[in-house]
T-cell receptor, first 114, second 110 residues
Framework: EAQVTQNPRYLITVTGKKLTVTCSQN?????MSWYRQDPGLGLRQIYY???????DKGDVPEGYKVSRKEKRNFPLILESPSPNQTSLYFC?????????????FGQGTRLTVV | GENVEQHPSTLSVQEGDSAVIKCTYS??????FPWYKQELGKGPQLIID???NVGEKKDQRIAVTLNKTAKHFSLHITETQPEDSAVYFC?????????WGAGTKLIIKP
């Protein structure tokens, strides 16, 4: 089954404790992206990657890191989480340029930083 | 850069009635406008999209219209059913990414 898998689904952590949210897709997609979803703000892009070893900042990259060492994986790293990073996070992948092809989303990771 | 505004933020309709959600965009160069549906506890899923060379597109009970001159596009759902309850997002193509609206929570009243 074609899918984007995120882990964990739920995470509660403390301020400053490094964490990684994993994302894996099995569709051989080149494009992958991370979003955060906050009430009233919709989906805001954090980082995106157009291919292996090619990543770029989205609209809200501060406090986040990503890596793309393999085509299928695109982890999101929070080196020192803060309470304002409490949010619902989505990973997405696409076979081509975001502008013209369907984006497939994972189930989401609800992160709470206390 | 591109900016997308979506209205209303919440829409409540009687089952069987029609629902309309509207979005406006700022960049006249945008040429692709998808709509995504997000059900509770799930990620958004594409339901319909339209490109700038088309004015309207239909898929069973859903349709999207695009007015390039006015820079707005709308989602129309006819004969609404309980399973249409969800959050709907519009988006417009930016340079290398989609720019998203803030979302509309659609409530179908029995």
């Amino acid at each position: 089954e074609a899918q984007v898998t995120q882990n964990p689904r739920y995470l509660i952590t403390v301020t400053g404790k490094k964490l990684t949210v994993t994302c894996s897709q099995n569709m051989n997609h080149e494009y992958m992206s991370w979003y955060r979803q906050d009430p009233g703000l919709g989906l805001r892009q954090i980082y995106y990657s157009m291919n292996v070893e090619v990543t770029d900042k989205g609209d809200v990259p501060e406090g986040y890191k990503v890596s793309r060492k393999e085509k299928r994986n695109f982890p999101l790293i929070l080196e020192s989480p803060s309470p304002n990073q409490t949010s619902l996070y989505f990973c997405a992948s696409s076979s081509g340029d975001w502008g013209h092809t369907e984006a497939f989303f994972g189930q989401g990771t609800r992160l709470t930083v206390v | 850069g591109e900016n997308v505004e979506q209205h209303p933020s919440t829409l409540s309709v009687q089952e069987g009635d029609s629902a309309v959600i509207k979005c406006t965009y700022s960049d006249s160069a945008s040429n692709y406008f998808p709509w995504y549906k997000q059900e509770l506890g799930k990620g958004p899923q594409l339901i319909i999209d339209i490109r700038s060379n088309v004015g309207e597109k239909k898929d069973q009970r859903i349709a999207v219209t695009l007015n390039k001159t006015a820079k707005h596009f709308s989602l129309h759902i006819t004969e609404t059913q309980p399973e249409d309850s969800a959050v709907y997002f519009c988006a417009a193509r930016g340079t290398y990414q989609l720019i998203w609206g803030a979302g509309t929570k659609l409530i179908i009243k029995p």
